[in-house]
C-alpha cells in the first residue's frame, strides 16, 4: 500500500499542466518607434506626444497628465525638485534642438527620379532621397509596385544606400505620385533627372 501511495503522489504532478506565459501587449510609438515611456529619448518628443494623444488618448493622459508629471517631484527636496526640473528642461531644449536639424534636413534634402536606360528601349525607374524624409523604403516600394501594376524593389547602390527601383519609363508618373501622396515631401525637392546608357564609342579601324 505504501509503494502504491507513494507512487500516485509522484505521478500527482505530472497531471497538471503548467501554466502558459500571457503574451503581453507593448505599444510602441509611431513617430520614433520607442515604448512611449521612452520617447524623451528619440528626439521627436512633440510629434510623438500628438501621436500617443491621438491614438492612445488613456496613455497618454497616464503619462502626460499635470498629475503623472508632478508627483514624482513632490517626493523630493525643494533642491532635488528645482535641479530635476533643470534636468527637464535641458531635455526638453535638446529634443527641440534635434528635431529643429532633423527639419532643417529635410527640407534640404533631395529626392531624385531618374530615368535609367538598360538596354534599348528598356528602362527602368530609381528613385532616391525618400528615407531623409522618413519613409520607408520597402513600404514605399511596395506601393508603387501595386499603383503602377509592375516590379518593384529596393537595391544597395555602389555608393552606399539603397533606392527603389521600379520596373519601366514612369518618371513622370512617379512624380506626381509622390507628390500626391506624401506631403512631408516638398515638391521642389524633387528631381527628375534622365541616365542614358552610355554608347560604346568607336569601332574597329
Not at 520607442?34 to 491621438?54: D, I, M, Q, R, S
Not at 527637464?88 to 534642438?97: I, V, W, Y
Not at 534640404?108 to 522618413?134: C, D, F, N
Not at 518593384?152 to 520596373?167: A, D, L, R, Y
Amino acid at each position: 500500500m505504501a509503494e502504491a501511495s507513494n507512487a500516485t503522489a509522484d505521478s500527482a504532478p505530472a497531471d497538471i499542466a503548467p501554466a502558459e506565459p500571457q503574451a503581453r501587449n507593448v505599444i510602441y510609438c509611431g513617430v520614433c518607434t520607442l515604448p512611449p515611456e521612452y520617447c524623451e529619448f528619440g528626439g521627436t518628443v512633440k510629434k510623438c506626444e500628438e501621436w500617443l494623444k491621438a491614438n492612445h488618448p488613456d496613455m497618454h493622459t497616464h503619462i502626460h497628465s499635470e498629475e503623472a508629471l508632478t508627483t514624482p517631484l513632490t517626493t523630493l527636496s525643494l533642491s532635488a525638485q528645482k535641479r530635476a526640473e533643470k534636468d527637464s528642461q535641458k531635455k526638453q531644449a535638446k529634443a527641440e534642438a534635434a528635431e529643429a536639424r532633423l527639419h532643417e534636413k529635410k527640407k534640404s534634402a533631395k529626392v531624385l527620379i531618374k530615368r535609367v536606360e538598360r538596354s534599348k528601349r528598356k528602362y527602368v525607374t530609381a528613385i532616391s532621397g525618400l528615407e531623409a524624409h522618413g519613409l520607408d523604403l520597402k513600404k514605399v516600394a511596395k506601393e508603387l509596385g501595386k499603383r503602377f501594376a509592375t516590379g518593384s524593389s529596393v537595391t544597395k547602390v555602389p555608393s552606399g544606400g539603397e533606392e527603389i527601383v521600379v520596373q519601366g519609363d514612369l518618371s513622370d508618373e512617379v512624380y506626381e505620385w509622390i507628390t500626391g501622396t506624401y506631403e512631408d515631401v516638398p515638391e521642389r525637392n524633387i528631381e527628375c533627372v534622365e541616365d542614358k546608357k552610355k554608347k560604346a564609342s568607336g569601332g574597329p579601324a
